[in-house]
């Protein structure tokens, strides 16, 4: 309740204080004359537009501000219930609102910020996001469980959106739903199959989950939205007169796409840890993490310019680059990389959020209820058809099997995020087909986030429960000590930090808990500790040639660096304490 009644009082705050005089008394408001010998003049002077821009920007800081404050007011007081996503998308819809209710003052040309602009979006907010996830990504489970998640991501990401399009047009031709062609259909479906990895990872990246479920969801949902955009890419400019030949070049574009894109930002970062190799940056700080940024956007906008998938490219850009040009950094700018792009994933995870909240007062919307009822249950039945059906095959071929307990996990986690939302706002299809399907997708992605994601823990914990009273069932059934293991192995497939003691446990699902904090990352499968071909290979000649080996002096010279770092912080904060005590000291005395 404290942390609700903080949020409203610091969102209304900020309104009130961009709010200006009464729409109704500015002289601006009289409509221009329409007379066509009238010259067109501009409607802002340079001037104006630059104090509009600044005034939005500092509208986004105070918005970012704000969050910060709430994400700290959950940990602060222990309200383990709220993520801090659900609590983000909450907070903009509190801000859309008293936008709304406050609408006729001029607020200085903020309503247009209230808007999520999907170039700033795949631009500037999804790079960090993605980079981030791959640079942190621990790679022996990720590569242990690699052809389930590219079943899943693509194989399974295709059935999910030819179960909603087909589902939608089929209903749509009988009058059941709201009417969509066959491209308005499979395109919505596309998009919407884009099992977000923003809203994904900020549920559970508090949870500490067996690796296997961990990895297959993470992987799934990242390499899922490169998929979802290439396919609603695909769609949209699918030709309905060769429908024979289209189906075959969008296939093939579909994949070279894919790979294409993995191989441009494997390159880069390829080429960043030969120049950090052969290049002495470690003793220059600043220069070293500046050709690292650099390296690290230069794939994404390039695949994006070639069209290609760029977020493909960024992310495996991450995955190459922590796995050969992290260990040629100075330990310095270990440190800084992962502590900078991390925060940069968290503001741009929180404007994410904050967009999606705002975005129900900031759009005109056209809401079918048939339409997005229809919608939700194709979503979740293609979801189950992806899971359930690739699952038994992947079982066949996997040593570590996906158990139904965590089959049910991945289904429900399913959520979907502001990447289908900004697909949705790039189709370019007729206004009202595009307003209703741009209505429709809100919903179902606020739908998942808050609804799906604010019950996650209740569903594990009544999963794990579940579990719990079925191994008791063996273990009074079982006479065989090696089943009853079994069976405990099995049943322990999720667990939840506790924090000492007995009683309810407590934790908190924050994305700003560091990464692998929780996770386990420490425990490999079995198919990741067995060394394969590749494993040998990377070992014997790709680690060698693109690592650098650090001289015992260099190593000396960097524990000195840190070691004078953290002697001069202590003696700053000694210095700062006694200086404090003394003036209490002259207090008293006085």
Not at 240 to 263: C, P, R, Y
Not at 311 to 326: P, T
Not at 561 to 573: I, Q, S
């Amino acid at each position: 309740m404290k942390c609700l009644v903080v949020v409203v009082w610091s969102a209304l705050l900020l309104v009130i204080c961009l709010a200006g005089e009464p729409a109704s008394s500015a002289p601006d408001d009289k409509p221009a004359p329409t007379d066509s010998t009238t010259p067109v003049t501009e409607p802002q002077t340079g001037q104006q537009e630059e104090s509009q821009n600044s005034f939005r920007i500092f509208f986004i800081l105070c918005v970012l501000l704000v969050a910060i404050l709430m994400v700290f007011l959950l940990i602060k007081f222990n309200f383990h219930y709220l993520p801090e996503s659900i609590a983000i998308v909450l907070l903009g819809f509190i801000i859309g609102g008293l936008f709304e209710i406050f609408k006729h003052y001029n607020i200085k040309g903020i309503k247009q910020s209230e808007m999520l602009n999907p170039t700033i979006f795949f631009l500037v907010m999804l790079p960090p996001i993605i980079f981030e996830s791959g640079y942190n990504l621990h790679k022996g489970n990720f590569f242990a469980n690699l052809g389930t998640i590219v079943l899943f991501a693509v194989v399974g990401t295709a059935i999910s959106a030819f179960t909603v399009g087909a589902g939608l047009w089929v209903l749509g031709q009988a009058k059941i739903s709201y009417p969509l062609s066959a491209k308005e259909s499979f395109g919505f479906g596309a998009l919407i199959s884009a099992v977000d990895p923003v809203a994904t990872l900020a549920i559970f990246s508090a949870i500490d989950v067996q690796p296997t479920l961990y990895m297959l969801v993470f992987g799934e949902s990242v390499l899922n939205d490169a998929v979802s955009i290439v396919m609603t890419d695909t769609i949209i400019h699918f030709n309905d007169t060769e429908a024979g030949s289209a189906i075959g070049l969008a296939i093939g574009d579909f994949f070279l796409s894919f790979s294409m894109s993995g191989v441009v930002g494997a390159l880069f970062a390829l080429a960043l840890a030969l120049l950090l190799k052969h290049l002495a940056l470690t003793k220059t700080p600043s220069l070293e993490f500046c050709t690292v940024c650099l390296f690290a956007y230069a794939p994404y906008f390039l695949a994006e310019g070639l069209h290609l998938s760029g977020i493909m490219a960024i992310l495996s850009s991450g995955i190459v680059m922590s796995h050969y040009a992290h260990y040629n950094l100075s330990f310095m700018t270990q440190v800084t990389v992962q502590q900078v792009f991390r925060t940069f994933s968290f503001l741009a995870e929180s404007c994410v959020f904050a967009y999606l909240g705002m975005a129900i007062f900031s759009f005109t919307h056209s809401f079918q209820p048939s339409l997005i009822v229809w919608s939700i249950l194709l979503c979740l039945i293609g979801r189950g058809l992806n899971i359930g059906l690739l699952t038994l095959l992947a079982n066949r071929f996997r040593q570590t099997k996906v158990t139904p307990q965590q089959q049910f996990i991945m289904w429900f986690s399913g959520l979907r995020g502001a990447i289908a939302f900004a697909l949705a706002l790039h189709l370019p299809f007729d206004e009202t087909t595009k307003q209703v399907i741009v209505s429709t997708t809100l919903v179902i992605v606020l739908f998942t986030i808050i609804v799906m994601g604010g019950s996650t823990m209740p569903v594990i914990k009544l999963v794990t429960w579940w579990t719990d009273r079925q191994t008791g069932r063996v273990r009074l059934q079982s006479e065989d000590r090696h089943h009853l293991d079994e069976a405990d192995s099995e049943a322990d497939f999720i667990t939840v930090n506790t924090e000492g003691g007995s009683g309810d446990t407590e934790y908190m699902l924050s994305k700003t808990v560091e990464f692998g904090r929780n996770l386990n990352v420490d425990e490999v499968e079995p198919e990741a500790a067995t060394p394969g071909i590749w494993s040998r290979w990377d070992e014997k000649y790709f680690v060698p040639f693109f690592r650098k080996k650090f001289t015992q002096q260099e190593i000396r010279r960097a524990c000195n660096e840190m070691h004078d770092l953290t002697t001069k912080w202590h003696t700053d904060v000694e210095t700062g304490s006694q200086m404090m005590d003394d003036d209490e000291n002259d207090e008293h005395s006085l």
